[in-house]
């Protein structure tokens, strides 16, 4: 790693603050951003931690049934303590990674970096959350602009993510055998006013919502439903571990997995 | 340079420390506990595992200065008090769960984590607990059952040896 | 009853307290005193023209001691070849020079630029990316064939081409192979690939270089798997250290699996720089370093022809394999396609006619050497896929037509070159089919398929020639090395023993199944006995461990040396007991006169031999040591039968081992449960090579596995617990303690029982026009031959 200066907030303010020096850049569980750094990919002057902010890290339930996680919240605090109220997202974030990785890792790195082969963006997609920051109120279908690029502005930090809960729901992961990451994860959740399909792993865009298996959904939540439709199209990633017709395919047969098991 | 106290095997230590000294090199250079181990610079092979704050976590992918104040358990910290092997320790030289020894401290760490969790873990579930815990020389099979072993379970139904 | 102790006893290893309380020594944890760390600036590109390599900017950085470059080295030796293989028509293979630092080019990508020695590893990495690299990038080769062409760009421009060598075994019966083609009931054809593998022991290789200014001693401390070899090549060919002013050490070591058996630029490097600027000089490879710097497994694309008359009787076997070398020779690389692999290509089998054909060729990619099982993992994968495929084309039961072409008589002079002394392939089969209840295998297809599954079997045989080996066959043959082993015996005066081999223990418990030898024979406890290995100031010239050689020839080495011992030891029995020395037995540790009740313990002769005061000093040196050197006079033949049972998921194409079973014969066990042990970690990386592993380069040479995220590794819940059973017993002839070796069978068996069992498996789901699919059969492989 190159050298930097090391900040370690105990507050939200203290960490903006932080921030909004020169080259400074957020430190969640750093699961990716530190083997990033230790490769000299990334070169922070500071690195700033979000992981001693109590304001940031637990799971509770607010007032609208919503399951609100801290942004600094690790996966497998989330997949204990998130189990009673969203037991599909607990179980996705009880996937993540590693035990020892879901001891560090946190939702609101996750999200910030929005690896196009990550779970938790499936899930915020999916799940049509809406993700908090220190300056505003971001929902998914507007956060994720492709892959690693998210809306998120210099300097802002993601304080907490809030999911509603689906009637319906369950996310299916087809793992990519060296990483452990989704080669293609479909999250399908049903909602009152409608079907939420969101794929990771497969596009070269990042996550993405398939909006001809929701509609299908919508007018029958059935596996059958998905057998009709063709493949997904689109930019499709292709490389040592499946070409873009395999991917597509995965999508697919994870979709109908989704919505069987759900 | 940050200073930094942690408690590290019940033993209280202050170092300073750059801020990009990761864990594990501030166990093996700063400490000479050079019994967790580094295999990889992807956070993927487990031979750092230690436990923080009485969870297991990669010690190749953690900040010292980040972890001011926590209490750590390396693999030197597992013996009984009297320093004879841990049940689980000693299930690993019974059932041979280790050759080259390198994966070793990881595992172990990775197996009490999973046994505070789970204290009668199926094969299942041992497994899937090891995902992050790479072992070349053993194809698992002894690490599993030795694992399954000190939970208390008969393990006599595993093929031999 | 199972044995306690001695041989034949699963004696828990001793080795094991220091590893599972954090107190091993690897190298990594030796830290010298003034020691400066060096980061090696390597190439990012496959192929390139060094122009210029401008140090200027980067020598000023802080704290850097000194930077060399290929300029430091022009004076100095290339890292050598220790094989060397003779071509179809009698001539050398070629054999380029391979520079510490590159000199001139830049051949794979990782390929040493520069080295900068600094204060902190830190620093060194940071100088290095202030070196300024003049580099004039060229086309690559990857693809062999493509290599091979007479336009293709060359890797070495003082070689003719990118061939290293074109061989043919045995080149004399080509033609009465042909004529057999021809006058074939049948002839099966399969092309297959022998997937490149990255070894991946996990622990990554280190160096410390050490000089002693005071008595130009030069020492290294580095991650190998037989240290005097290291020493006799760097020390003679590259560095020109005589051996008794180099020592290298090799302490715990955290795998190898035929990986750190091969001489690295950075030990090299180390030891020169050490003595260079005065210090000690250390280098940790990173695991990003290890995918482009250790030497790679496997990589053969080979065609092969089995030619059977209208009984079913294999007639001729004929092949046709190119062999990838990477971009220069690595220390055994050329023994590995040739000597490792042809030989074997007769497998368990009567097969009267056989011809090899190897072509070896340079490519702009990481040296390729041995990786466990070496060659023979290559020819048991092309022989058993093609006698599946062959049984498959005739409809006959895959096992009978193997048990058809058994092999039943030894010893038996195969038609490529080497003579298996014993074995019993029945046997290992009959076990086998105990194992695996093969009748109940329909009702678990049916269940499978309930589930949505196809379910799929697959049995192979193997053999391979380990214990390498006699130094005289293997001289002919073109090694420039010796293959025997050593053992010092050195008892101590109050009856402790310490062993000192050459063989090297890095995870195969040497430390306790040697000791349970030793003790069996004198009859002392186990914990009297000491084994030393891994440093060469205190362990007598040894060739080290690969080859599933330690217990066949190390271990023989071991049991010549205590024959020497007891033998001294009865005479000064006899003295003692005033007897004669043909009287005297030993057992338990005491020495009794035959039919008389006089005896003295282990430790009254001990005591006497360096207490001499009641001693025959005219007829026998005082003192209890003794040294042996054994070289054996074949190989040994370890051989079985594995069985794998998979599921496929026909939508997502992913194979799951349900089971897997492997039925061994080993010759005689020294400890059942570090052999088990053995078979658990061949299984596992022979399924992670067919199912997981795979080095892939792109078109410019470019590595695309370069990490664990690309490179898939065998987790804990990829394999299932696996039956092994090394109950059929046949000793090997010719060695003292009837042992095979075991350590690479496992690698050496499985790869084809998986794949059998995939292809087993599509066929019953219905998809009969899936022949073959390469490895590793990943979801994605499978799934598109299902679709293809």
Known sequence: ??????????????????????????????????????????????????????????????????????????????????????????????????????????????????????????????????????????????????????????????????????????????VQPASRFALVGVFVAKYADGVRVAVTGASSDGVFRWAEAEAALNADFSKAAIDALSPPEGTMISDLHGTDAYRAHLVKVMTGRAVAAA | MTQVTMTVNGKAVTRDVEGRTLLAEFLREGLRLTGTHVGCDTSQCGACVVHVNGNAIKSCTALAADLDGASVTTIEGMANPDGSLSVIQQAFQDHHGLQCGFCTPGMVMSAAALLKENPKPTETEVRAYLEGNICRCT????????????????????AAE | MPKDHGIGASSKRREDVRFLTGQGRYTDDINLHGQAYVHFLRSDVAHGRLNKVDTSAAEGMPGVIRIFTGKDFEGVGGLPCGWQVTDRHGNPMQEPAHPVLAQGKVRHVGDPIAAVVAETAAEARNAAEAIVLDIEELPAVVDMKKALRPDAPKVHDDLSSNLCYDWGFVEENKAAVDEAFSKAAHVTTLELVNNRLSPNAMEP??????????????????????????????????????????????????????SKIFHYAEEAFCTFAAKAIRRPVKWTASRSEAFITDAHGRDHVTKIELALDAENNFTAIRTETYANMGAYLS???????????????????????????????????????????????????????????????????????????????????????????????????????????????????????????????????????????????????????????????????????????????HGQGHETSFAQVVADMIG???????????????????????????????????????????????????????????????????????????????????????????????????????????????????????????????????????????????????????????????????????????????????????????????????????????????????????????????????????????????????????AHIDMPLTPARVWSAMHG
């Open chain 1, 1 to 174: 790693m190159y050298s930097f200066e090391f900040a370690k907030p105990k507050t939200i303010d203290e960490a903006v603050a932080a921030l909004a020096g020169e080259e400074a850049q957020a430190l969640g569980g750093g699961q990716t951003l530190l083997p990033t750094m230790k490769q000299r990919l990334a070169a922070p002057a500071t690195l700033v931690s979000l992981n001693s902010i109590p304001e940031m890290i637990g799971v509770c339930v607010n007032d609208a049934g919503h399951v609100c996680i801290g942004g600094a919240t690790p996966h497998a605090v989330v997949a204990r303590e998130a189990a009673a109220h969203y037991p599909a997202l607990a179980a996705l974030a009880g996937h993540i990674g590693d035990p020892a990785v879901r001891n560090r890792g946190t939702i609101g790195g996750s999200l910030a970096n929005n690896d196009p082969s990550a779970c938790y963006p499936a899930a915020a997609l999916g799940s049509g959350a809406v993700i908090k920051t220190n300056t505003r109120d971001i929902a998914a279908d507007d956060y994720f602009l492709g892959m690693f690029e998210t809306a998120l502005n210099e300097g802002e930090i993601i304080t907490e993510v809030r999911f509603p809960v689906p009637q319906k729901v369950n996310y299916q992961k087809f």
């Open chain 3, 524 to 770: 002392v406890p186990e914990a009297q006995v000491e084994i030393v290995h891994g440093d060469t100031a205190n362990t007598p010239m040894g060739m080290g461990t690969y080859g599933s050689r330690s217990i066949a020839v190390g271990g023989s080495a071991m049991v010549r040396a205590t024959e020497k011992i007891i033998k001294k030891a009865k005479k000064i029995a006899a003295h003692l007991m005033e007897a004669s020395e043909g009287d005297i037995e030993l057992k338990d540790g005491q020495f009794t006169v035959a039919g008389t009740d006089k005896s003295v313990a282990w430790g009254d002769v001990t005591l006497a031999a360096y207490v001499p005061h009641n001693y025959p000093l005219t007829e026998l040196e005082p003192g209890l040591e003794e040294t042996a050197f054994y070289d054996p006079n074949n190989f040994t033949y370890p051989a079985g039968a594995y069985a794998c049972e998979v599921e496929v998921d026909p939508e997502t194409g992913k194979v799951t081992i349900c089971s897997f079973a492997a039925a061994d014969d080993f010759g005689n066990v020294i400890n059942p449960m570090i052999v088990s042990g053995q078979v658990h970690g061949g299984l596992a990386q022979g399924i992670g090579q067919a199912l997981l592993e795979n080095v892939s380069y792109d078109e410019n040479g470019q590595l695309l596995s370069a990490s664990y995220m690309d490179y898939a590794m065998p987790r804990a819940d990829d394999v299932p617990f696996y039956q092994v059973d090394h109950s059929c017993v046949t000793p090997c002839t010719h060695n003292p303690l009837g042992v095979k070796g075991c350590g690479e069978a496992g690698a050496i068996g499985s790869p084809p029982a998986v794949v059998n069992a995939v292809i087993d498996a599509l066929h019953r789901g219905g998809m009969k026009h899936v």
């Open chain 3, 205 to 258: 290789r280190v160096a410390v270089g050490d000089y002693n200014t005071g008595t130009d001693d030069s020492t290294l401390y580095t991650t190998s798997q037989n240290p005097h070899v290291i020493r006799l090549l760097m020390g003679a060919f590259v560095l020109g250290i005589p051996e008794h002013k180099l020592r290298v050490v090799a302490p715990d070591v955290g795998g190898g699996f035929g």
């Open chain 2, 139 to 158: 194809g698992y099979h002894n690490i599993v059952k030795a694992i399954l072993a000190a939970s208390g379970q008969d393990v006599g139904a595993i």
């Open chain 3, 331 to 505: 220390t055994f690389a050329p023994s590995v396609p040739t000597w490792l692999h042809g030989t074997l290509m007769a497998g368990n089998y009567r097969t009267p006619l056989i011809y090899v054909n190897v072509k070896a060729v340079f490519t702009n990619t990481v040296p390729v050497d041995a990786y466990r099982g070496a060659g023979r993992p290559e020819a048991t994968f092309q022989l058993e896929r093609l006698v599946d495929k062959a049984a498959r084309e005739l409809g006959v039961d895959p096992v009978d037509l193997r048990r058809q072409n058994f092999i039943t008589q030894f010893p038996y002079a195969t038609p490529v070159a080497v003579e298996y002394d014993t074995g019993d392939y029945n046997a290992t089969m009959d076990k086998l089919l105990e194992m695996i209840d093969r009748d109940g295998f329909e009702a678990r297809a049916a269940k499978s398929k309930a589930d949505g599954k196809l379910r799929g079997l697959g049995i192979n045989c193997y053999i391979e020639a380990c214990g390498i080996a006699p130094s005289a066959l293997v001289g002919q043959l073109g090694a420039r090395a010796g293959l025997y082993e050593s053992a010092t015996v050195r008892v101590n005066a109050t009856g402790g023993i310490v062993v000192m081999t050459g063989s090297h223990s």
